[in-house]
């Protein structure tokens, strides 16, 4: 298994563009299953977790053509309804076949995803949001069984005890494009990849009303034809790149950045020390030209993460990185995942100070972390172990790193072209790491590149 070797002290400068969003290319993906024609997706990431979204959507009886940051759905063969054990259990993501798959062909039997690093991912909200559309739904051998002749729009409330479910509302306003009637999703997710999702479907010829808002209106059609799509740029990507530059007290210019959905980090970036600064304020604020920088000491923060418009979970790992290096001591909660602190132990042999009671961590400020090997857990946290060494004294070695690989494309090759000095290696195979080929180009003659392509 790959690892990082990561040399910190590296500030890092220069120019970068963010990629496509991971979070919403799957549930978009997803979608292409509802339409009897093809549909296109452009400025899809190139990431592991896409990948096997696309085999699943092979198995599903679907065509997939994969070009340069293109991915082109096509139904063949409607007959294959099954989504494998094998497949949901290596990305929980495929759950949001579970909907589309139901509406179109009346049929789907979906492997019930597992758990995760950071506990129990349910989906009864995605259950009881299909069956108040009608659906008959059992669990059989570790499976979802869902059958329905025509679902029937309802109002539905999709709410559950950490708030709105995002992949949850993914399926069920998906499914509710082709019942019959009108349907209503009261206590929606409001996350950005939910009105792009929406924008898809409208473009396919849905009536939805309402995404990105906690209330969703979708009146039922009789059938769903192609699109052609360009996926939102990945605002968690976005601001994991924005705080790598913070941490190493740098000054990165970022195209192609979210603005206007990172507008709770951005406000808790602010107050601690960390300018995100708009170049360009005639650009679209959800894809604009963003410069960062920050003081040299940073103050300390109070985060608790919420569904959107709140402080995003998905970012909570990579803040931590950030504040452990703050003056004084911050305060994190996590209020979507509650065990969502595999990163915490990782941090703490790297000499950060960390106190963690239940669903919160006191982060006591240090003066530096060092560098140590550590284990990378699930997705951002590898990120944050990541940030972390790149800002610890000496080196660090993060292993399991196909975790980032799931998330972020070529996270080395993209801060390496900004001055870090990460080397990806696999200790299985014998021959020493390549030297990394590091191209720094001063902030000002910078010219613009895209994220690391192939
Ligand atoms: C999406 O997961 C994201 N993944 C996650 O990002 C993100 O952390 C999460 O939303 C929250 O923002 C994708 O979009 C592919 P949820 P999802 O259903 O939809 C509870 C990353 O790092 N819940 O919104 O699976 C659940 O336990 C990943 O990119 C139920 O109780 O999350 C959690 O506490 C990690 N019952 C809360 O709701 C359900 O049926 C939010 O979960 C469903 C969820």
């Known amino acids: 298994m790959d690892e990082f070797r990561i040399q910190g002290g590296t500030r890092l400068a220069g120019r970068i563009r963010i990629d496509g969003s991971k979070n919403a290319s799957l549930p978009l993906t997803a979608a292409a299953l509802l339409a009897g024609e093809p549909v296109t997706l452009r400025n899809v990431p190139d990431l592991s977790d896409i990948s096997n979204l696309a085999h699943l959507m092979g198995e599903l009886g679907c065509r997939v053509d994969r070009g340069e940051g293109t991915m082109t759905i096509e139904e063949v063969d409607p007959s294959c309804t099954h989504a494998r054990y094998e497949i949901v259990s290596t990305m929980r993501a495929s759950i949001c076949v579970l909907g589309p798959l139901l509406a179109k062909r009346k049929q789907a039997r979906v492997a019930m995803p597992g758990g995760c690093a950071f506990g129990a991912r349910p989906v009864d909200l995605h259950l009881r949001g299909l069956r108040a559309l009608g659906a008959q739904i059992e669990l059989s051998g570790g499976d979802i069984i869902a059958k329905a002749d025509r679902l029937k729009g309802a109002t539905i409330f999709l709410g559950g005890p950490f708030g709105s479910t995002v992949l949850g509302t993914a399926n069920v306003m998906s499914a509710a494009t082709l019942a019959e009637g009108r349907t209503i999703i009261e206590s929606a997710a409001c996350e950005p990849e939910i009105a792009d999702v929406a924008r898809l479907l409208n473009a396919m010829g849905a009536k939805i009303s309402g995404a990105g808002s906690p209330r969703i209106t979708i009146d039922g059609v009789e059938e769903l034809g192609g699109a052609d799509h360009i996926v939102i740029p990945d605002r968690i990507v976005a601001a994991t790149y924005a705080v790598a530059a913070a941490i190493t007290n740098g000054d990165v ?168 000095n990460i080397q990806r290696f696999n200790p299985e195979r014998k021959h020493e790491p390549e030297p990394p080929v590091i191209t720094t180009v001063p902030a000002a003659k910078a010219k613009p590149s895209t994220v690391a392509t192939k």
Do not use: W
């Open 253 to 420: 210019t970022l195209e192609y950045f979210p603005h206007d959905c990172l507008l709770a980090p951005i406000d808790l970036l602010q107050n601690v020390g960390v300018n995100v600064n708009r170049l360009d304020m005639s650009e679209e604020p959800t894809r604009c030209t963003v410069q960062v920088t920050s003081e040299r000491r940073l103050k300390p923060g109070v985060i608790s993460t919420q569904p959107y418009p709140g402080f995003p979970t998905d970012l909570q790992a990579q803040m931590m990185a950030l504040l452990c290096l703050a003056d004084g001591n911050s305060i994190i909660t996590e209020k979507i995942f509650p065990e969502r602190f595999m990163h915490v132990a990782e941090l703490t042999r790297m000499g950060a100070q960390l106190i963690r009671q239940g669903p919160t961590v006191m982060v006591q400020g240090v003066r530096r972390l060092f560098g140590a090997p550590v284990m990378a857990s699930d997705l951002r946290a590898s990120a944050c172990l990541v940030l972390a060494g790149m800002v610890a004294e000496g080196e660090t070695i993060v292993s399991r790193v196909y975790h980032l690989d799931r998330g972020y494309a070529r996270m080395e090759e993209v801060l390496n072209s900004l001055g870090a």
